[in-house]
């Protein structure tokens, strides 16, 4: 019997995004904000005892290795670039350097990337320099932010690089991104998931550590904004319960790949 896999994956980053929103966040804020939700977050993880991957930046990872080092120890390292915030202009060497950084205070193969924001870039730069696979794809279409109706939703491979897009629903391209978990009813989120991994064997779920954290201070939408800290962590512990119900097995991408290879072909 086919199995049913679920990535969860988290962008370790900068709390840079009020930024979007013409507010100005310090350096030290930004940190503590991402640490915050990260022990909020792990919490549920250890309790679960499930392994994810942390799409990280570089310089996220130069500012807090010890906790790097301790992901490392049971999760997966991803790179995420070397910057998350659009004040730091993206370069394709970043991608590189933040590579070098990752693998050097996890001690893990850095994989795999996702481009901050999902934003588009050159992919043949992640070929070139030895990815095995990249998670910057988000195959659906949101208002100023994404038109990707046209793009495969499903896992595939090209010229050796395997695409894991972030998943959407089978029918109407809903997005299962981290706005969703944030905005709807925990019930109906579950059930968008459970009906996807029926329906396709795969999940690519990503959220963001800072999301766990307490952000009532912040001026930032209520889409954004809400549920947070405590309340977000419980509805997160809820769809992981759901998903064990269905006899999911959490996996990293890289072990997803791994399934990908000894199969031959993507689950769909």
Known sequence: MERSLVMLTFDL????????????????????????????????????????TFFTTGHFAKQNPELIRRLASRHE????????????????????????????????????????????????????????????????????RYNLLKENPLPSVTDGLIELPCSVTPWLRFPLFWLSL??????????????????????????????????????????????????LASKLNKLIYELKKRNATFVTCDTYCDHWEQNKKPVV
């Open 77 to 144: 390292i991803a790179s995420h670039a070397l910057y998350h915030s659009p004040a730091h202009a993206f370069e394709e060497k970043d991608i590189l350097h933040a590579r070098g950084i990752l693998e050097e205070i996890s001690g893990q193969i850095v994989k795999g990337f996702r481009m901050p924001r999902l934003a588009p870039f050159n992919r043949d730069v992640l070929r070139k320099w030895g990815f095995r696979y990249d998670s910057s794809l988000n195959p659906t279409w949101l208002p100023g």
């Open 13 to 52: 980053e900068e709390f840079d995004i009020p930024e979007e929103y013409g507010q100005k966040v310090s350096e030290k804020a930004q940190m503590e904000v991402t640490l915050d939700g990260m022990y909020r977050l792990l919490a549920i993880l250890d309790m679960h005892d499930i392994r994810v």
């Open 182 to 231: 944030k905005n709807l009813p925990a019930g109906i989120y579950a059930w968008l998931c459970v009906f996807t991994l029926k329906k396709r064997k795969n999940l690519m779920l990503y959220f963001h550590p800072w999301e766990f954290a307490n952000l009532r201070e912040y001026q930032l939408p209520g889409y954004v904004k809400n549920p947070d800290g405590d309340r």
